[in-house]
Structure formats: C-alpha cells, structure tokens
C-alpha cells in the first residue's frame, strides 16, 4: 500500500532554514505529481508547493515562492522541500501527498489521494 512519511521538521529561528524530506514506497514514484501542503495553527490545510513526476516543472504558492524549493529523487523515492528565509508565520504542520492521477498538479488538494503523517515546522525566536 502507499506510504507516505515526512521528515526533517523542527524548530528554526526567522530567517533561518530547514529541509523535509518525504520517503514514498508502494507506488512508482516518478509517474505521479506529489505536493506538500500545511495547516497552521487553528487554520485550514493550504497547498504549498507542487512538483511533476519527472521533476521538471514545479509549482509555488505566493507566500513561499522565491523562499521554497520542492524537488524530488526518483532514484530514492523521495520528495525534499527546501525552505530558506523562514518567517513565524510558516509554522505549520507539513505534509505530502501523492497526486489522485498522473495528470493533476495544483493546488485543489481534493485531488490528492494519499497523505503522509505530517511534521512539524515551528519558528520563533
């Protein structure tokens, strides 16, 4: 079955920057879209960033573009997002998630139909 875990959160100060990683097993890997997403604290789950299967295009919202990058290695199955010039208000719970078809990448999140257990991304001084 599809597994889907988040590594590489914790606790990072404004400015400062972090890595997550997602190991994905159970499906191939490099024929589906894959995202991450977020929830803040007491806030609904938002798209983050998107990429395709073969990596070549990639996908932002407004408030990480420029200070995220979302990549992923078919050879180890695994998506990384890299987030630099962290701000208070990217603490959130993270997570990633496989796309429902090979087609769709975006930020309709109903579309996806796998989702890891999430890791935690907290910043504050």
């Known amino acids: 079955q599809v597994q889907l875990v988040e590594s590489g959160g914790g606790l990072a100060q404004p400015g400062g920057s972090l890595r997550l990683s997602c190991a994905a097993s159970?499906?191939?890997?490099?024929?589906?879209?894959m995202s991450w997403a977020r929830q803040a604290p007491g806030k609904g789950l938002e798209w983050v960033s998107g990429?395709?299967?073969?990596?070549?295009?990639?996908y932002y919202s407004d408030s990480v573009k420029g200070r995220f990058t979302i990549s992923r290695d078919n050879t180890k199955n695994t998506l990384y997002l890299q987030m630099n010039s962290l701000k208070p208000e990217d603490t959130a719970l993270y997570y990633c998630?496989?796309?429902?078809?090979?087609?769709?990448?975006?930020?309709?999140?109903?579309?996806?139909?796998?989702w890891g257990q999430g890791t935690q991304v907290t910043v504050s001084s």
């Open positions: 990429i395709y299967g073969d990596g070549t295009d990639t």
């Open positions: 159970g499906f191939p890997f490099s024929s589906y879209p």
């Open positions: 998630a496989k796309s429902g078809n090979n087609d769709y990448l975006g930020p309709m999140l109903e579309e996806y139909d796998s």
